[in-house]
């Protein structure tokens, strides 16, 4: 996620914290600053976020880990304003398997409210606990109670939310995940006007929260039609067998007039006979403005790119493109480039198919 810093490593999934976060935490110390004029309230406030952010750490890496054991591997959490965020490769598409990692997360902060629940007990006794309150009581019972409304915050069924994928998974026993998605997204819009209404007289950080759950269910409602869509697909199926390809001695200008007379826009990048990276219109824009017509491809082509094999599942390929890397996938055949993959390639084959399963139905 553009804005992260990398803070380190946990389980083998690295851990980034976003830039807007240490902005939250700078408003908080001043704030409270302004409210209290006490260094000691500031230093308590920012220890206290520190530690709410561990928790959100440990609930992201509960669903990590249980993703993990359906071999689901993680891309990365990172820590935002509003909460943490564990990028899965890929959601499981198992209703059971979902259920056990939307579960996860929650279950981590019941577990870590039950520990500190005993610790308080033991030293203070459980009425403590009730008679501190969220916002009273030493750091111990703010944390258990952290963890009480975490856990019941995200079970809330707000899809994208943990609560909102329980209830996709719960759908998803009975019918297929298109429509299972699409009435989750449904009730996640209605949870995501409710919290915008309350947040506008209550708390303006409720309207932020319901900004990213109505544009994180759109996202994930277009990415499960999209998978749906190249079901059964191989990548064969979409591949262009007929293309131009460029030398890496080749200059910028030469690629702008390959590309001029005909419809492809992303073209392979070969040195003796070997393919050795990508090169799109918007990368010979960009590298023609920063270093003239006469650099050469190598300058501004991508090095890093997905091959596979015409047999190969489409849907599988597209999940592990890195975002970082060209989005056009080199099919290789016998060793040789035997044809090539690019969005627009995906995009068509989509219409197409989604106007014959519309005929279809029609007839």
């Excluded at 998978?227 to 697909?233: I, R, T």
């Excluded at 094999?309 to 480039?337: F, H, N, T, Y």
Aim: contains cysteine.
């Amino acid at each position: 996620m553009k804005w992260s810093l990398r803070i380190g490593r946990i389980a083998g999934i690295g851990l980034y914290i976003h830039a807007t976060f240490l902005i939250l935490v700078a408003w908080v110390a001043i704030m409270e600053y302004i409210g209290r004029e006490s260094s000691a309230a500031v230093l308590y406030s920012i220890v206290f976020i520190a530690l709410i952010f561990v928790i959100i750490v440990l609930h992201e890496l509960g669903h990590a880990l249980a993703a993990r054991r359906y071999g689901i591997e993680t891309q990365d959490i990172t820590l935002l304003p509003i909460g943490g965020l564990a990028r899965l490769k890929r959601i499981p598409e198992d209703p059971a398997q979902e259920l056990v990692v939307a579960f996860a997360g929650p279950l981590v902060n019941l577990v870590l409210a039950a520990a500190l629940f005993v610790g308080i007990s033991i030293s203070a006794g459980p009425r403590e606990v009730i008679r501190a309150g969220y916002m009273g009581g030493d750091l111990i019972a703010q944390l258990f109670w952290v963890n009480v409304i975490l856990a019941v915050f995200n079970l809330i069924p707000a899809f994208p939310m943990d609560g909102g994928r329980v209830f996709r998974a719960l759908l998803a026993f009975r019918m297929n995940r298109v429509r299972a998605t699409e009435i989750a997204v449904g009730v996640g819009h209605f949870c995501a006007l409710a919290f915008g209404a309350v947040g506008l007289f209550r708390d303006p950080f409720l309207v932020f929260i319901a900004f990213f759950i109505w544009i994180g269910a759109d996202a994930e409602l277009q990415h499960v039609r999209l998978h749906a869509s190249l079901s059964g697909v191989t990548v064969g199926d979409v591949m262009k067998r007929n293309f131009d390809s460029v030398d890496v001695s080749s200059r910028l200008e030469d690629v702008s007039r390959l590309a001029a007379p005909g419809f492809q826009r992303e073209f392979p990048v070969v040195e003796d006979g070997r393919v050795v990276g990508f090169i799109g219109m918007e990368d010979v824009a960009r590298g023609i403005a920063r270093a003239g017509p006469q650099a050469p491809v190598a300058e501004a082509m991508h090095r890093e790119f997905e091959t596979a094999k015409p047999g190969d599942s489409l849907e599988q390929v597209i999940s592990d493109l890195r975002p970082d890397a060209s989005q056009v996938i080199a099919v290789m055949e016998d060793g040789k480039l035997a044809g090539i993959v690019t969005p627009s390639n995906i995009g068509e084959h989509i219409m197409v198919r989604s106007a014959l399963a519309r005929t279809a139905r029609r007839a």
